[in-house]
């Protein structure tokens, strides 16, 4: 199993403002993925990053908006940057281990203001 | 593509009612995984099973069960002689074998009054 931690566990920023998110898991892992849950909704990916790579970004998440950093293979940052209300959110870290193993942070809550 | 469908937005029942929730999946993948995740207020995704495809039998764990019929494509969760902490958003989410990310779905919101 992996543990996951998340460093903030909440924030509260004003708008045109950036914030970092850490992840960090107790293992080496060798991909973590960032998603994000708006209030009431779903879990939606935002990217992969793998460890010596460019993260890949899915469909409506754009790299100047939410950079992401992997320096190594214990370790993660999302950005969220020039933050609007509609980035208020959950964000949660989360790796994957094995073919089929799924291990969540425990989120970091956004409120922009 | 991959989709993932839980049609209950909101379920509201008794406690000790027994509550079914429903997830339906879409892939062209033939090897998959499915997941049931919990998230209570507090925010945390709780792993609850992870079925692959290839394994059809149903699952009992104490109070929860599951139900995996790859005809219907259905992954349904049942919760028998509810409690009130089993208040919670549950997540069906979807893994097809080559793909590292999770496709969720909407989430059911459960409700139990005491």
Known sequence: SAVISQKPSRDICQRGTSLTIQCQVDSQVTMMFWYRQQPGQSLTLIATANQGSEATYESGFVIDKFPISR???????LTVSNMSPEDSSIYLCSVASGNYEQYFGPGTRLTVT | AQKVTQAQTEISVVEKEDVTLDCVYETRDTTYYLFWYKQPPSGELVFLIRRNSFDEQNEISGRYSWNFQKSTSSFNF???????VDSAVYFCALKPTGRRALTFGSGTRLQVQP
């Open chain 1, 71 to 77: 320096p190594n293979l214990t370790f993660s940052t």
């Open chain 2, 78 to 84: 049942t919760i028998t002689a509810s409690q009130v």
